[in-house]
């Protein structure tokens, strides 16, 4: 198989995760920051800075992009990458109408480009463990997936939650993952939204929502998101998942990741099995989901993660709005 020389990526958005990725790529010894969109990033000294996603597209000097900007705004630089012919990698979730992702689908396609979104639980070493032991459990029967927040990140971390819900910015992740592990696709959802605390705080966004889940092979799951634990909580995210089979069952909790941190201000588990630094190095579930990426873009090979399951997501999470709006069971 064919490898690219050093690729050249162009990274789009330079909020928190625009700085991940850019913190990821620099450490990786075949790539090269070469373009950022609208401002400098800090380990991306040597890239232009270009003022938006279009000229740096137009400028030649990418041959993939990574785009970190706010969830509803991923789907136009998608296709502007496609058709300019570049390698796409994209945060979760893929896009937030399933319209903007059937269009980013039909451009990576049509352009043949290697495109993935980001959903790096995959490659979280118990996730991917749970996976290779599916078979052990049997046929899935039942789920349960929770992915809650604390409320810095919904009215400190962010600045767009407003144009988001906890849903799309959380259970995205969970819902990859179950999809991942059930090898099958949601049928049908119900779905119900509380308002009220965020609201209180000028954000006109969910607190919290449930998705109920039925899938096509007759397993049900469920699906938590919220996003105002206080700021006491030991984790700024609170994850866990569990699935029954016919003959066994799968705990996942992530709440504890093997350390303890306690200080006189605060009890703390901090996290290590997405993003760490070893000796100066990146690590960690995010770092790997990135390098699959850069690795499949550099020999053609088809990402671990699709872009039409990424688009399954969507359309869960669109029929999830919907049912929560009208107080119905919607049907994908």
């Not at 969109?37 to 040597?46: G, I, K, M, T, V």
């Not at 962010?158 to 999809?179: N, P, V």
């Not at 954000?203 to 799951?221: K, L, W």
Request: proline content about 5%; glycine content about 6%.
């Amino acid at each position: 198989m064919t490898r690219l020389p050093r690729l050249r990526i162009g990274i789009v958005g330079a909020g928190i995760m625009g700085r991940g990725h850019a913190e990821v790529l620099s450490a990786h010894p075949e790539v090269k920051i070469t373009a950022v969109a609208r401002r400098a990033l800090e380990h991306a000294q040597d890239a232009t800075v270009y003022p938006g996603y279009r000229e740096l597209l137009a400028s030649g000097t990418v041959d993939a992009v990574s785009i970190t900007t706010p969830d509803h705004l991923h789907a136009d630089v998608m296709v502007a990458a496609a058709e300019a012919g570049v390698h796409i990698l994209v945060e979760k979730p893929f896009t937030t109408t399933v319209e903007d992702a059937d269009r980013s689908v039909a451009a990576i396609r049509r352009a043949g480009v290697i495109a993935m979104c980001l959903f790096n639980h995959r490659w979280v070493p118990a996730y991917a463990q749970a996976k290779q032991q599916m078979e052990l459990i049997g046929e899935p029967v039942v789920g349960y997936a929770r992915k809650d927040d604390t409320i810095h990140v919904p009215t400190e971390m962010i600045g767009w939650a407003d144009q988001t819900t906890c849903a799309w910015f959380l259970s995205s992740h969970d819902i990859d993952l179950l999809t991942w592990l059930y090898d099958d696709q949601v049928a049908e959802v119900y779905a119900t939204a509380r308002h009220g605390r965020l609201r209180g705080l000028g954000i006109d966004t969910p607190d919290a929502m449930q998705i109920q889940a039925r899938f096509s092979r007759g397993a049900v799951a469920t699906f938590e998101s919220a996003w105002i634990y206080p700021n006491t909580f030991p984790t700024m995210v609170d994850s866990y998942v569990t699935v029954v089979g016919e003959s066994g069952v799968i705990q996942l909790d992530r709440q504890k990741e093997n350390i303890q941190l306690a200080t006189e201000k605060s009890y703390t588990y901090p996290r290590n099995m997405l993003q760490r630094v070893v000796h100066g190095v990146p690590a960690g579930a995010y770092r790997d989901a990135i390098h699959h990426f850069v690795d499949c873009a550099r020999t053609g090979a088809e990402p671990l993660i699709s872009v039409e399951s990424s688009r399954h997501v969507t359309a869960v999470l669109a029929a999830a709005h919907e049912s929560a709006r009208t107080g119905s069971p919607v049907k994908l």
